[in-house]
């Protein structure tokens, strides 16, 4: 089945700094990769995501890209603020069906300091 | 997006007891899915909930350790049997928005096992 390693686990970055958070897949026939963040407490919530027909998504400071020939895909935050700090997941879609199943990263825990 | 609500949102309970969980969400959904989220870590597929048929549980999930029910397209259960220390996680309703690839979470329900 699909396997999603992410990395870092964690990233500290100073406010206004960029932060990049990785991750990579097994399964070639994925084709639908979401990034949740998840507030202490709170439950995942869905902030960007992209499809294996698109390279690259923006919206506002968050941004993700994908490169099917290496399988892996990334989330870019620009211009950092304390608000962005959470923990990051990835997750792609198990066997590329559109099953819905999706087998998440390990988690990236995100501090920004003011 | 779905409005997913689950019930109860925390409990604890005694060794050897049972707790099931409700998700109930405010549109007919096909597909339905219950995660598992233990301290610290990442989100772990337990089942897909299928409407009028058994759930398809993930390797190392079991019926008879997660009874799951899914009467109708907006409702589902997951019971969790047999308690013991190791249970106390997080667990989390999930529903694929018709039509399209994204997943919704519900609010999670924290079980601690004592």
């Known amino acids: 089945g699909e396997n999603v390693e992410q990395h870092p686990s964690t990233l500290s970055v100073q406010e206004g700094d960029s932060a990049v958070i990785k991750c990579t897949y097994s399964?070639?026939?994925?084709?639908?990769f979401p990034w949740y963040k998840q507030e202490l407490g709170k439950r995942p919530q869905l902030i960007i995501d992209i499809r294996s027909n698109v390279g690259e998504k923006k919206d506002q400071r968050i941004a993700v890209t994908l490169n099917k020939t290496a399988k892996h895909f990334s989330l870019h935050i620009t211009e950092t603020q304390p608000e962005d700090s959470a923990v990051y997941f990835c997750a792609g879609n198990a066997g590329g069906t559109s099953y819905g199943k999706l087998t998440f990263g390990q988690g990236t825990i995100l501090t920004v300091h003011p | 997006s779905a409005v997913i609500s689950q019930k109860p949102s925390r409990d604890i309970c005694q060794r050897g007891t049972s707790l099931t969980i409700q998700c109930q969400v405010d549109s007919q959904v096909t597909m339905m899915f219950w995660y598992r989220q233990q301290p610290g870590q990442s989100l772990t597929l337990i089942a897909t909930?299928?409407?009028?048929?058994?759930?398809?549980?993930e390797s190392g999930f079991v019926i008879d350790k997660f009874p799951i029910s899914r009467p109708n397209l907006t409702f589902s259960t997951l019971t969790v049997s047999n308690l013991s220390p190791e249970d106390s996680s997080i667990y989390l309703c999930s529903v694929r928005d018709t039509g399209t690839d994204t997943q919704y979470f519900g609010p999670g329900t924290r079980l601690t096992v004592l």
């Open positions: 399964d070639s026939a994925s084709n639908y």
């Open positions: 909930a299928n409407q009028g048929s058994e759930a398809t549980y």
